[in-house]
């Protein structure tokens, strides 16, 4: 990775999101652009789609802890804002600007969150990139250490697999939590080897190990969550559906992780 987004908005957990993404950019050596988008509050100033004294001053604010934190770690910096705050302006052109980066990192939404109830799910599936999802509660120490998978050999998992492989690398630990719908039974032809997620990222040098999961529905997704937790992962990757693949990774699944994560999470489609 050596081009990496993180959206701000001078939300009260912006510079723990901007920490994370400078931890990142740190590691990997890559450009870190910080992007403010937020929703405009003022009515004239939406509708003349134009930045309202407020929100330039927020804006202002968050250039200046992003440029002095960039520099603070030697990390090359690089700033951007929206020229106005139109709700559907905010999710597209954050989503837009993300397809120009090697990963995009942005907070998990919030009653008190300065964007649409919409916006993390359509930045992942508009993007077209990795999407990480900073919690707004709770600190997160020694990010990517203990990495778990949701892996259910689908598209959007192998997407989001080979997404997170840069920081799988650097990962102390891997686990694969092999997931299932309850009703649901894969036949492997007896002519072809086993398929062995495990194996295959022995090839990139990741050494993992595997947990098998079934629950039905909803219940997986707190499965998913519980299980990290319990292991002590501190990023969970997994695929972001929108009504394809398994029920139990559907657009509802997706929608759950977002509203009830508790640690971070990197999510592809």
């Given at each position: ?12 957990r ?29 009515g ?20 200046k ?13 690089l ?15 954050v ?23 919409e ?22 120490a ?45 036949v ?6 086993k ?11 990741i ?27 501190d ?10 693949g ?23 489609n």
């Amino acid at each position: 990775m050596k081009d990496i987004l993180v959206h701000l908005d001078g939300d009260e957990r912006a510079a723990h999101r901007l920490e994370h993404a400078i931890e990142i950019a740190a590691k990997f050596n890559a450009r870190l652009i910080g992007l403010f988008a937020r929703v405009e509050t003022s009515g004239p100033s939406m509708v003349a789609q134009r930045l309202s004294e407020n929100l330039s001053k927020i804006a202002e604010q968050s250039r200046k802890l992003f440029e002095d934190s960039v520099k603070q770690q030697g990390v090359n910096g690089l700033w951007m804002q929206l020229d106005h705050g139109e709700p559907g302006h905010v999710v597209a052109e954050v989503a837009c600007r993300s397809r120009y980066t090697d990963l995009a990192i942005i907070g998990q939404w919030h009653p008190q969150s300065h964007v649409p109830a919409e916006f993390p799910e359509q930045v992942i599936l508009q993007s077209g990139r990795p999407i990480l999802v900073i919690p707004h509660i709770g600190a997160v120490a020694g990010f990517g250490r203990h990495i778990t998978i949701a892996w259910n050999g689908s598209r959007e998992s192998s997407r989001a697999v080979h997404d997170a492989m840069g920081l799988m690398r650097r990962a102390q630990e891997v686990t694969v939590l092999a997931v299932r719908d309850a009703n649901f039974e894969r036949v492997q032809p007896g002519d072809l080897p086993k398929l062995d997620l495990v194996d295959h990222l022995a090839t990139h040098g990741i050494t993992a190990k595997t947990e098998h999961l079934t629950a039905e529905d909803i219940g997986l997704m707190d499965l998913l969550l519980s299980r990290s937790f319990d292991l002590g992962a501190d990023l969970l990757v997994m695929g972001a559906h929108s009504g394809l693949g398994l029920p139990f990774l559907r657009g509802g699944g997706t929608r759950f992780i977002l509203r009830h994560l508790t640690l971070p999470v990197l999510m592809s489609n």
